[in-house]
Antibody, heavy 125, light 112 residues
Framework: QVQLQQSGPGLVKPSQTLSLTCAISGDSVSSNSAAWNWIRQSPSRGLEWLGRTYYRSKWYNDYAVSVKSRITINPDTSKNQFSLQLNSVTPEDTAVYYC???????????????WGQGTLVTVSS | QSVLTQPPSVSGAPGQRVTISCTGSSSNIGAGYDVHWYQQLPGTAPKLLIYGNSNRPSGVPDRFSGSKSGTSASLAITGLQAEDEADYYCQSYDSSLSDPYVFGTGTKVTVL
């Protein structure tokens, strides 16, 4: 059974960097089939996919257009986890952030089958 | 912003059948891409309920079923139970210049 455990601060000041980590058990961040995603949820924007990292003989990243200039998702193979960094945050980045696994397969048919517990991140001074 | 449209709310009495629609466009559902459904209980993360339009993960009751036609998909809950009161979201792939993974606006199911 795959489990995802999130950690990170719940309060970030405007213009600073939001950093969250997702620890994986029951699977590997270096899996050749799964991918590791970050998704956020807010009342104004609903559920919004932010990006993912995955390994297919080498590491790849895909990022959402809306955050592409500010986001970095990195794997940490030594700890079997992956992280989210979102730079230059504003109050509009206030949301519940989730990490999630997709099991791989064709890009057009990917569900998110395991989710972390969620972290409410508030951007405020 | 969500590109898949759902009704804000639906309700039904225990034992009844309710359906939730998810309307997309020619760049997502209408292009033939799969639709997935999630159930979100209050204060918890979304849980995968239906994948690949009509498939249930292990452990999901067969009261939940999914279908797709044209640019829309539907989730049906038969024999509605109090524990089904939750938010439900559809999700698909989008081939336009926007982001590849898109979600619905969400539907609150209330058990009367």
């Amino acid at each position: 059974q795959v489990q995802l455990q999130q950690s990170g601060p719940g309060l970030v000041k405007p213009s600073q960097t939001l950093s969250l980590t997702c620890a994986i058990s029951g699977d590997s961040v270096s899996s050749n089939s799964a991918a590791w995603n970050w998704i956020r949820q807010s009342p104004s924007r609903g559920l919004e996919w932010l990006g993912r990292t995955y390994y297919r003989s080498k590491w790849y990243n895909d990022y959402a257009v809306s955050v592409k200039s500010r986001i970095t998702i990195n794997p940490d193979t030594s700890k079997n986890q992956f992280s989210l960094q979102l730079n230059s945050v504003t109050p509009e980045d206030t949301a519940v952030y989730y990490c999630a696994r997709d099991p791989g397969g064709p890009r057009y048919s990917i569900p998110f089958d395991y989710w972390g517990q969620g972290t409410l991140v508030t951007v405020s001074s | 912003q969500s590109v898949l449209t759902q009704p804000p709310s639906v309700s039904g009495a225990p034992g009844q059948r309710v359906t939730i629609s998810c309307t997309g466009s020619s760049s997502n559902i209408g292009a033939g891409y799969d639709v997935h459904w999630y159930q979100q209980l209050p204060g918890t993360a979304p849980k995968l309920l239906i994948y690949g339009n009509s498939n249930r993960p292990s452990g999901v009751p067969d009261r939940f079923s999914g279908s797709k036609s044209g640019t829309s998909a539907s989730l049906a809950i038969t024999g509605l139970q109090a524990e089904d009161e939750a938010d439900y979201y559809c999700q698909s792939y989008d081939s336009s210049l926007s982001d590849p993974y898109v979600f619905g606006t969400g539907t609150k199911v209330t058990v009367l």
